[in-house]
């Protein structure tokens, strides 16, 4: 099994930023892909971003140029880097790991337990 365990949200005022982490530990295949998502209060959980284990990254369009997402592969660890947050940027923001078995070809997603990002004055 795998886990996620998130850390970095909060409360931050308009035009401030965060940092989220990510941590992922139990049986992780080494091609995988590491993302956020996140759910916005009576809206449906949407792509954040993605970072495949080779380091290519893919960006939601209304997050590009404001946040950013990498990783470690050394322990399995994915952030978020957020900068000039906006209140619409107020959601729970999920870590989410996807995978293929290499012997049984069965792909399996995972997800943390998320984290309450709120922009405010």
């Known amino acids: ?12 005022q308009p035009g401030g930023s965060l940092r989220l982490s990510c941590a992922a ?5 080494s091609q995988n892909i590491m993302g956020w998502y996140r759910q916005c209060p009576g809206k449906e959980r ?8 080779g380091g290519a990254t893919d960006h ?5 140029g404001r946040f950013t997402i990498s990783r470690d592969n050394a322990p399995n660890t994915v952030y978020l880097r ?3 947050l906006e209140p619409e940027d ?3 923001y999920y870590c ?10 069965i792909n399996n ?3 943390g337990q998320g984290t309450q990002v709120t922009v405010s004055s």
């Open 109 to 111: 997603a995972y997800w």
């Open 25 to 29: 530990s139990g049986r992780i295949f």
């Open 46 to 53: 949407e792509l954040v971003a993605t970072i495949t284990s």
């Open 1 to 12: 099994q795998v886990q996620l365990v998130e850390s970095g949200g909060g409360w931050v």
């Open 90 to 92: 107020t959601a729970v």
């Open 82 to 84: 957020m900068i000039s």
């Open 96 to 105: 989410n790991l996807k995978t293929t078995d290499p012997y049984t070809n």
């Open 60 to 64: 939601a369009e209304p997050v590009k």
